[in-house]
């Protein structure tokens, strides 16, 4: 078993996930990189190897049962140890999604990955991660999960794209009751929002910042000191009503 603090990261192959891998790693942490793809895992996972750190790939999607028990199996088995869980992983909903004409099979799909998702990553990685002596789950959420951001919460646009903000204040309402259990155990839980970040070409036009900076964010709650909170959701390590 490593010495090394290990972190899994989903949807880790692109966009602030990865980032988040380099982030942790470059801290001196082990990373699971896993992907749904377990060939775009290991591509990116090595060319942050090439970079000097110790990240590696995993294939895990993050919607299929079986899927996430081997993945959590594989984890107990080598290396060995989880320290920190990052669910990462969404599915975005088209902005011309209203709440009176969604299709709510694309809807549910959605769900499956965005509240299911981390949901059932976390049940399955949770054994593991109360044997760390320092436990951390970060779920990323979004402002676009809460009634307190005036420019993409709820609320916001006329209601579009309903899919994704229900999930993402469904998440923020997960994380509270999952801390709730967990409070006094060590793990802390919490929900962070990366800002409006770069993830997709056009989107630094419309005042995204560049990806490390929403990739800190996060990585913010993924070394949170034993004392930290635990049940909030914050953006730049500030709390944010939701
Ligand atoms: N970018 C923003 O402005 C912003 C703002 C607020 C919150 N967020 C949140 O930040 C997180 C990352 O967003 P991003 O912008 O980096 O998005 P992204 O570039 O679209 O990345 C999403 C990742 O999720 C993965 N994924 C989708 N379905 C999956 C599944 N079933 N199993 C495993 N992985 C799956 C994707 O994998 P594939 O490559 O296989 O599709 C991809 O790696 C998300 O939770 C998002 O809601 C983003």
Redesign the pocket.
Known sequence: MTDARVALV?????????EVCRALASEGMTVLL????GD?AAEAAAVLAGDGLDVRPLA????DPAGVAAAAAAVRDDPGRLDVLVN?????APWDETPSAADLDGARELM???LF?AWRVTQALLPLLRESPSPRVVN?????GTRADPISGLGAHGGAAVS?GVS?AALNALTTQMAAELAGTGVLVNAV????????PG?EEMG?RP?PE?AAS?AWAATLPDDGPTGGLFRDGRIMPW
């Open positions: 989903t949807g880790g192959a692109r966009g602030i996930g990865r896993s992907a749904r793809d775009r895990l999607d993050v919607t990462n992983a969404a599915s975005f499956e990955v965005n998702g990323v959420s979004s402002g676009a994704y993402k929002c990366p800002g409006l970040t770069a993830t997709s989107m995204a990806v929403g996060v």
